[in-house]
């Protein structure tokens, strides 16, 4: 049994979850106030560790990822946890993220959202990880920031997509979906743009009778 932390009510639809990144487990402050800000828009998130990332809990040491048959057949059995796949979107950042859109098809699930999506490592734009994302057929959100490091706006314009990949932009976003205060952007107005982007993505695609009505805030992105 794969150990989750929630927000919001268990039985509530539709229901979302989220794996974590490479560096930080499912309670960085990253993915709390994500889940946090999902639940007051009325959608029900659970997270949950990679193997790695709970031997780091245990033993205090920084082992790397585990690879990625381990990640998978970790995702798969959190899935199996929540019931109808039908009924679930799924997802994570950056590492989490491309997990899913891996087991997406497979599963049968109803969304895949992206916060962050690794296109490629950082200086290696040669060295994308866009292949399956070719052929994709499960709609998927992807939230990207303009400067992220693993996939500029000018990288991803470049890659062939499938056409059930939507991209909302988040300008001057890094990785952490963070523009800078110093060039005059606010921070919390884009963490306000993503959880509106997903939580209206989430709601229409995986089962909710009504969209969340969330106030839309100031902050400059672009959908793609």
């Known amino acids: 049994m794969i150990e989750m932390l929630w927000d919001g009510p268990k039985r509530r639809r539709p229901r ?3 794996a974590h990144g490479a560096g930080a487990g499912m309670d960085s ?3 709390e106030h994500i889940a946090r800000e999902l639940a007051a828009a ?5 997270r949950f560790e990679f193997p790695y990332m709970a031997r780091r809990r245990q033993t205090g040491s920084r082992t790397p990822p585990d690879r ?3 990640l998978l057949d970790c995702f798969r059995q959190a899935v199996s946890q929540l019931g109808a796949a039908s009924e679930l979107a799924i997802g994570g950042k950056s590492l989490g993220g491309r997990m899913a859109t891996l087991l997406a098809d497979e599963l049968g699930v109803a969304a895949v959202v992206c916060l962050g ?4 490592p950082p200086g290696r734009p ?3 990880r866009t292949e399956h994302l070719r052929a994709l057929a499960t709609p998927c959100l992807i939230v990207q920031g303009t400067r992220d490091p693993f996939g500029t706006q000018r990288d991803v314009a470049q890659y062939v997509l499938s056409r059930r990949i939507r991209i909302t932009w988040i300008e001057d976003g890094d990785h952490d979906l963070s523009p800078r205060r110093s060039a005059g952007f606010d921070r919390d107005a884009a ?5 509106r982007a997903v939580a209206d993505f989430v709601h229409a695609r995986a089962g909710g009778a009504a969209a969340a ?3 839309p805030r100031s902050g400059g992105s672009k959908a793609r």
Do not use: G, I
């Open 16 to 18: 979302v979850l989220l």
């Open 126 to 128: 040669d060295k994308t």
């Open 213 to 215: 009505k969330v106030r």
């Open 29 to 31: 402050p990253f993915m």
């Open 117 to 120: 999506y690794p296109f490629h």
């Open 191 to 195: 963490r306000a743009q993503v959880v």
């Open 68 to 70: 990625a048959p381990v």
């Open 42 to 46: 009325k959608l029900s998130v659970a």
